[in-house]
């Protein structure tokens, strides 16, 4: 059974940096897509980072050059280094899986999902 559990959401200022885990279990493809979505209130889930199995990235315009999504492969986990945070990134952070090597941040694409962690970022 595949498992995804995020982890290091948390309260923070305009201007800080957090960074997310996803632990992996049960996800045992050789090429696959690992990414980070989130969803504000009222809003549609949308796509933040992307890694591949040989690890291409792919990064929305609105976290371009503050968000690096890396992972772990010895500790099956996935992370997202946020830094230079506003208040607009505030949303749950989810991470996802899929078990095809392309890279892409369309949700309806990933066949895995974790339960959330709640990002706030106050002004």
């Known amino acids: 059974q595949v498992r995804l559990v995020e982890s290091g959401g948390e309260s923070v200022q305009a201007g800080g940096s957090l960074r997310l885990s996803c632990r992996l279990t049960g996800f045992t493809y050789q090429y696959y897509c690992l990414a980070w979505f989130r969803q504000a209130p009222g809003k549609l889930r949308e796509g933040v980072a992307a890694?591949?199995?040989?690890?291409?990235?792919m990064y929305s315009d609105s976290v371009q050059g503050r968000f690096t999504i890396s992972k772990d492969n010895a500790k099956n986990t996935l992370y997202l280094q946020m830094n230079n945070l506003k208040p607009e990134d505030t949303a749950t952070y989810y991470c996802?899986?899929?078990?095809?090597?392309?890279?892409?941040?369309?949700?309806?694409?990933?066949?895995?999902w974790g339960q959330g962690t709640q990002v706030t970022v106050s002004s």
């Open positions: 890694t591949t199995s040989d690890s291409a990235t």
């Open positions: 996802a899986a899929r078990p095809f090597p392309q890279t892409t941040l369309d949700r309806d694409r990933y066949n895995y």
